[in-house]
């Protein structure tokens, strides 16, 4: 019987969720070791005959039950001759599966995977069994999309979020899609930023990035039959190399992966994982479909499919979480229960095409939009799309834009209340300012940058101020160690609506502002106001 195991600590709870379920499975290798350990009995012969004697039995006599008796046999010897009792693995398995147990056959096979590495032809053939290619669908998100899942503890408080987004790129003419995902947990300091590029059709992995407050650094590059990765921690920067007979997906990918697995009453698959920070062991993540049930979060109530997702580590299950996938077209992550804290779907963006008229095509712009509060968020091509961020409970909606690298900057939107003491444009920009004043060192309003001017016909108005700190365009902002202060201005639009105030934020080195202010007035000047879904 396989057993359910869960994380008792909130804080773990948290982290597992989508910083590194998988690398806690890898660190519980040890245990599943000491296990395998503990079962060595002495052996009665030498492994050598007893498997001369399994393969008589198999092959000449075809005499499966004999042999299987003896293949067992030889992997209780654990100790001995490792390259005999992973044969003994492969061919116990083989057997199995030829009497029609292919279940238990398929959980030998990953014994041997996830035991014997070193038995590259063995591990090969096991694989055939085990890993057919996976059968996926087209992606059913859109370039663009965007959406947030709210972090909660038992009690049902929000104590932090993960967004991701999803954008169509290019990596040396093959079409990619980037993965992108931010996470933050508000009761405590960890912060997590993620990116995979996967090629488009096959979805295997070409890069992955993971940055988090408590590993560092993890930057993967995958190739046929090997993943480089370098690493970059407390112990300073070391840069290694894992050979793969397979393709092994990037930890931070999963949850895209398994919304283009075709889902259906009783699908069951598995595949394999790289996990960034468990320290180049490859594990299987099974899935199984156990059912349809409905689920309400609070973006709605959705038709979903119950998913059981397993981590294995040589035949062991360490780690089970259960998720929720909309049974619809979309395949949204509505819920993920991993024990000590859940996630819920709180907000969905969605892609647009924009035409550009003139001689050019349509073409794709990063934009977000928000159905409920009935606003369209657009960037330019060139800029890299949007990450949610965390923010306090009167802020609607909070991301981060990404500009190209080359402006240096940190630009901010954000959706708060207008409540009925706010009648004027600069009222409402004069408030959203107060937080910076508080926050940032020497920060001055220059009291001759107060302008008024519309935005989509809505009243809107701008103002700048200067302050000493850094750029920190990266999410999450950290400051690169003894970096001093610079002479910074920050750039504010406010629009006013008629329920809400829309702020957009830039935040620059001051001798760059000149050129970075245009650029930043044409990302205000594509917002646009909807009606909002009813």
């Known amino acids: 019987m396989l057993t359910k195991r ?30 395998a350990t503990a079962a060595v009995k002495p052996a009665s012969e030498p492994v050598s005959e007893l498997l001369e004697k399994a393969i008589y039995k198999e092959e000449s ?45 398929q959980e030998i096979l990953t014994k041997l995977v996830e035991g014997y590495p070193e038995e590259k032809d063995l591990v090969k053939k096991a694989h055939e069994q085990l890993q057919p290619a996976l059968n996926l669908i087209p992606a059913p998100w859109k370039n663009g999309e965007a959406f947030t899942l709210s972090i909660l503890a038992p009690s049902g408080s929000e104590i932090g979020t993960l967004s991701y987004t ?16 931010q996470q933050s947990i508000t009761v405590t300091t960890f912060t997590q930023s993620t990116r995979v590029v996967a090629e488009r059709d096959t979805f295997a992995p070409i890069t992955g990035y993971t940055k988090n407050t408590l ?8 190739s046929k039959g090997l993943a480089r990765l370098k690493i970059k921690g407390k112990q300073g920067e070391q840069t290694k190399e894992f050979p793969l007979d397979q393709v092994a997906y990037d930890n931070e990918q999963v949850l895209f992966l398994i919304r ?48 059981k997702l397993q981590v294995r580590s040589q035949g062991a299950v360490v780690l089970e979480h259960r998720l929720w996938f909309s049974n619809d077209a979309n395949r949204y992550v509505v819920k993920y229960d991993a024990g000590a804290a859940t996630m819920e779907l709180k907000k969905v963006g969605t892609a647009e095409k924009e035409n550009n008229g003139g001689d050019r095509k349509n073409v794709e712009q990063p934009s977000y939009r928000d159905e409920g509060l009935g606003i369209i968020v657009r960037t330019p091509k060139d800029w890299q799309g949007f990450f949610g961020i965390p923010m306090p409970g009167d802020v609607k909606v909070a991301l981060q834009l990404k500009p190209p690298a080359r402006l240096n900057a940190a630009c901010y939107f954000a959706v708060k209340d207008r409540g009925p003491e706010i009648t004027t444009v600069r009222q409402a920009l004069e408030e959203s300012v107060k937080r ?24 809107a108005a701008s103002m700048v101020a ?59 000047d594509m917002f646009e106001l909807v009606p909002p879904a009813k």
């Open 6 to 35: 869960r994380t008792s600590n909130p804080r773990w709870g948290i982290w597992l969720i989508a910083a590194a379920w998988v690398w806690i499975a890898a660190a519980s290798l040890g245990t599943a070791a000491v296990a």
């Open 61 to 105: 006599a075809g005499d499966l039950d004999a042999a299987i008796q003896i293949y067992q046999e030889i992997i209780q010897q654990a100790e001995a001759n490792r390259h005999a009792v992973a044969e003994a693995h492969y061919r116990l398995g083989m057997c199995l599966i030829k009497k029609g147990d292919k279940e238990k056959g």
């Open 166 to 181: 999803a954008r169509l790129t290019e990596v040396k003419g093959t079409p990619a899609w980037e993965i992108s995902g």
């Open 215 to 222: 590993m560092g650094e993890f930057d993967a590059q995958y």
């Open 260 to 307: 283009r697995l075709p889902l259906a009453e009783n699908y069951k698959t598995s595949f394999p994982i790289f996990p960034v920070q468990g320290g180049g062991v490859v594990v299987e993540c099974g899935i199984e479909v156990t059912g349809k049930e409905k689920v309400r979060v609070p973006v709605g109530e959705y038709d979903c499919f119950a998913v």
């Open 436 to 459: 910076s004043g508080i926050v940032f060192k020497s920060y001055l309003i220059r009291k001759d940058s107060w302008k008024e001017r519309t935005v989509r016909n809505l009243p």
């Open 466 to 524: 200067d302050f000493q700190g850094k750029v920190m365009a990266e999410f999450p902002p950290q400051a690169k160690p003894g970096e001093p202060d610079k002479a910074m201005v920050e750039y504010r639009v406010g629009i006013l609506g008629p329920k809400y105030i829309y702020v957009y934020t830039l935040r620059v080195e001051k001798d760059a502002f000149e050129k970075a202010k245009p650029e930043f007035d044409k990302v205000v």
